[in-house]
């Protein structure tokens, strides 16, 4: 839906986050949903696993397994899933390869897409479909489409009978809208649609973000769970974990789902073991506390993006952290346009933004963590109302 924004105010900071983080005060570091910032108790716990590491490798990898599994446990915890359907992975691009390379496919199958979906697990399917002689349907959906059930409504009207997987965001990147919701995940499960959800934005925000109706579900726990970066989930339904293709052999493979996927010998596994810092940081801020703050300051900002820079708001999911709006007609239309733009911005405005292709105009989304301040989005409408008239 469209909110209203013409009354939203920005919210008070919240006195416990002061000095959380390392980021620079000298700009606005407005996209902390594409890489995430660590706050400095996470990275303090990573460092002293490092150190640790560094003082006996031999003892350090001795008991690795073990370790990742404990991890992997509270983890699941947060989650509200089960530990034996869980994997840790470094990010959603490594999970998508693996639930897709465990999918049988047949020549004429249909993967199903949408034009919302993140670029590169986009490119996964096709590169399966082409591998196996699938084929994959990209579904319109419309930017202005007004709520939850109008895009469910696009994907089902796109399901036909040769359609076999559908591989669907739950909160897209571009747009910052919901498209997985639990009721079109059990629309695609009645009938017979096997879906892989990239929940990369839903950890740490969404509660409860491992819907059990997805067949495979994964998520980045570095851009809202304050675990470090590399640090990644993939939740599997209980009748395909067998049939999980981990991307490498190891060590733990005979042992099965999820230690095959985990294990890939001599790799940096600090960020997982430090992954549960970063819940327990966010149980400690408080979650209800943390949401609202986040969820308020992204709604002012899409506010100072409307009334400063004309900009046109897309809808909106509640409970996300990020708003997205619409360029004017001929900025940002294109590909090779919007790393430009977003250079420019950076150069000009000293802020960090995320820009993507549409025809008629790109859409530009902002995120809300806590480290940011309503100044920070206002700065950035009011320049880019100088920087759009040119």
């Given at each position: 839906m469209i909110e209203d924004l013409s009354t939203v105010e920005p919210p008070a900071p919240l006195p416990a986050a002061e000095g959380l983080f390392a980021v620079s005060t000298d700009a606005a570091h407005l996209n902390h949903g594409s890489y995430g910032a660590v706050p400095l108790p996470v990275q303090r716990v990573q460092e002293r696993l490092r150190a640790g590491h560094?003082?006996?490798?031999?003892?350090?990898?001795?008991d690795l397994p073990a370790r990742i599994g404990a991890a992997r446990?509270?983890?699941?915890?947060?989650?509200d899933t089960d530990p034996g359907r869980l994997a840790l992975?470094?990010?959603?691009?490594?999970?998508?390869?693996?639930?897709?390379?465990?999918?049988?496919?047949?020549?004429?199958?249909?993967?199903?897409?949408?034009?919302?979906?993140?670029?590169?697990?986009?490119?996964?399917?096709?590169r399966r479909a082409a591998e196996t002689g699938a084929e994959v349907v990209v579904v319109e959906v419309?930017?202005?489409?007004?709520?939850?059930?109008?895009?469910?409504?696009?994907?089902l009207a796109a399901v036909d009978e040769r359609t076999t997987v559908a591989v669907l965001d739950q909160i897209t990147s571009p747009t910052a809208r919901l498209v997985a919701g639990p009721q079109l995940l059990?629309?695609?499960?009645?009938?017979?649609?096997?879906?892989?959800?990239?929940?990369?934005?839903?950890?740490?925000?969404?509660?409860?973000?491992?819907?059990?109706?997805?067949?495979?579900?994964?998520?980045?726990?570095?851009?809202?769970?304050?675990?470090p970066r590399g640090t990644g989930v993939l939740?599997?339904?209980?009748?395909?974990?067998?049939?999980?293709r981990p991307l490498t052999f190891s060590w733990e493979h005979d042992k099965g789902?999820?230690?095959?996927?985990?294990?890939?010998?001599?790799?940096?596994?600090?960020?997982?073991?430090?992954?549960?810092?970063?819940?327990?940081?966010?149980?400690?801020?408080?979650?209800?506390?943390?949401?609202?703050?986040?969820?308020?300051?992204?709604?002012?900002?899409?506010?100072?993006?409307?009334?400063?820079?004309?900009?046109?708001?897309?809808?909106?999911?509640?409970?996300?952290?990020?708003?997205?709006?619409?360029?004017?007609?001929?900025?940002?239309?294109e590909e090779q346009d919007v790393r430009p733009l977003m250079a420019e911005v950076w150069r000009r405005l000293g802020a960090r933004i995320a820009v993507?292709?549409?025809?008629?105009?790109?859409?530009?989304?902002?995120?809300?963590?806590?480290?940011?301040?309503?100044?920070?989005?206002?700065r950035l409408a009011d320049g880019l109302a100088e920087l759009l008239k040119n």
């Open positions: 560094e003082l006996d490798p031999d003892g350090f990898f001795g446990t509270r983890i699941a915890a947060e989650l992975v470094s990010n959603v691009t490594e999970a998508v390869a693996i639930a897709l390379d465990s999918i049988p496919f047949a020549p004429g199958d249909r993967i199903l897409v949408t034009d919302h979906g993140y670029g590169v697990v986009t490119r996964a399917a096709v419309p930017l202005d489409a007004p709520d939850e059930r109008a895009v469910r409504e696009a994907v059990a629309d695609l499960r009645e009938r017979g649609v096997t879906t892989v959800v990239d929940g990369a934005h839903a950890p740490g925000m969404l509660p409860d973000p491992a819907d059990p109706n997805a067949d495979f579900w994964f998520g980045n726990l570095h851009k809202w769970a304050f675990a939740a599997v339904r209980p009748e395909w974990t067998e049939r999980v789902f999820p230690w095959n996927v985990e294990w890939r010998g001599t790799c940096d596994y600090t960020g997982w073991l430090a992954a549960p810092a970063g819940f327990e940081l966010l149980r400690e801020l408080g979650p209800e506390a943390v949401a609202a703050h986040n969820g308020a300051l992204a709604a002012y900002g899409a506010r100072a993006l409307v009334e400063r820079a004309g900009l046109r708001p897309l809808p909106a999911t509640p409970g996300v952290w990020m708003r997205a709006v619409r360029l004017p007609a001929g900025w940002g239309e993507r292709p549409w025809s008629g105009g790109g859409v530009l989304r902002i995120s809300a963590q806590l480290y940011n301040r309503a100044e920070e989005y206002e």
